[in-house]
Antibody
Framework: QVQLVQSGTEVKKPGASVKVSCKTS????????ISWVRQAPGQGLEWMGW????????HSAQRLQGRVTMTTDTSTDTAYMELRSLRPDDTAVYFC??????????WGQGTTVTVSS | QSALTQPASVSGSPGQSISISCTET?????????VAWYQQHPGKAPKLMIY???ERPSGVSNRFSGSKSGNTASLTISGLQAEDEADYYC??????????FGGGTRLTVL
């Protein structure tokens, strides 16, 4: 079955960068996009952006443009999300998920990122 | 970018039916039939319950249904069960390859 397994918990200082990985299995990696969504503590879901592994096309939320980079490695069926210039309000659980025409479907388990001095 | 407005909370008793609304504030977005609903239990990843406004993924109970009228999409849960208690989020295509989530609705089963 489709599975997305994300990398482990990260603790970073303000101004640093974090890179979260998302290893996929159970489907043809190039057939579906990968979306990234985050959830601050006690808050709702925030769509961050998505990438098409087939051609590398990507789109990110306007408020994150310039700080977020999404990439994929088709040799290992893995997606990556890097967020730079971290701030305390970037503290959140970060999810990757498969993405098709209808939107987001299967989710990873989430990666907790804490930004604190 | 558009925004999606959901009620903060809804509640119902076991066996009852409830509906959660999701209103799009941008008139442009109302023309897309790309609305999905997600269920999230505490500490868990969200789970897709409805896509394409009305479609149910394989394995999702037929007690869950979706609809849309104008700029408002709705998720209806019939025959409410204790296990349905969770947070529910709508998500819609927002144009120019972007997507947006609603603020979420906490469902309490009384």
């Amino acid at each position: 079955q489709v599975q997305l397994v994300q990398s482990g918990t990260e603790v970073k200082k303000p101004g640093a960068s974090v890179k979260v990985s998302c290893k996929t299995s159970g489907y043809s990696f190039s057939n579906y996009g990968i979306s990234w969504v985050r959830q601050a503590p006690g808050q709702g879901l925030e769509w961050m952006g998505w990438i098409n592994p087939y051609n590398g096309n990507r789109h990110s939320a306007q408020r994150l443009q310039g700080r977020v980079t999404m990439t994929t490695d088709t040799s290992t069926d893995t997606a990556y999300m890097e967020l730079r210039s971290l701030r305390p309000d970037d503290t959140a659980v970060y999810f990757c998920a498969t993405h098709n025409y209808y939107g987001i479907n299967v989710w990873g388990q989430g990666t907790t990122v804490t930004v604190s001095s | 970018q558009s925004a999606l407005t959901q009620p903060a909370s809804v509640s119902g008793s076991p066996g009852q039916s409830i509906s959660i609304s999701c209103t799009e504030t941008s008139s442009d977005v109302g023309s897309y039939d790309l609305v999905a609903w997600y269920q999230q239990h505490p500490g868990k990843a969200p789970k897709l319950m409805i896509y394409g406004v009305t479609e149910r993924p394989s394995g999702v109970s037929n007690r869950f249904s979706g609809s849309k009228s104008g700029n408002t999409a709705s998720l209806t849960i019939s025959g409410l069960q204790a296990e349905d208690e969770a947070d529910y989020y709508c998500c819609s295509y927002s144009g120019i390859s972007t997507w947006v989530f609603g603020g979420g609705t906490r469902l309490t089963v009384l």
